[in-house]
């Protein structure tokens, strides 16, 4: 999903976490991924070291995977939930059709991503 870096779109992903009455908890840790999603006790813990970019693509993955129910959320949030949600469903499609979606980095010939292997390294 194309989502400019901004602290202001990091607050519209924010919110729709509160309105969805999970708890988001930036701190220290050890995370394979740079985040851990406490399910029964809706609580969401992100790695506070990642940086606005980091924060907001953290989001946007976890969005699909939890449960939540559009009706508690307001239009604005409902909108942005549905482009996150449309834009996984579409990348998923392309994946299993073998095409690489427009905003992945480009692939190796092994495969492999050719961006820097750790994602919490800032760009020049």
Do not use: W
């Not at 602290?7 to 985040?35: C, D, H, M, V």
């Not at 029964?40 to 790695?47: D, G, L, M, Q, S």
């Not at 070291?49 to 989001?59: P, Q």
Request: net charge negative; proline share 6%; hydrophobic share 35%.
């Amino acid at each position: 999903m194309n989502l400019k870096s901004t602290p202001n779109n990091l607050a519209k992903l924010e919110k729709i976490f509160e309105e969805a009455k999970y708890i988001l908890r930036y701190e220290k840790g050890t995370f394979n991924s740079g985040y851990c999603v406490l399910e029964h006790k809706k609580v969401v813990v992100i790695n506070k070291f990642l940086n606005v970019e980091g924060r907001i693509n953290t989001l946007i993955d976890i969005l699909p995977s939890i449960t939540l129910e559009e009706g508690f959320l307001t239009p604005e949030s409902q909108k942005l939930y549905r482009q996150v949600i449309e834009s996984r469903a579409d990348t998923a499609a392309a994946a299993a059709k073998g095409e690489a979606p427009e905003n992945e980095a480009p692939k190796g010939e092994a495969g492999e991503e050719t961006t820097d292997e750790n994602p919490e390294t800032p760009q020049p």
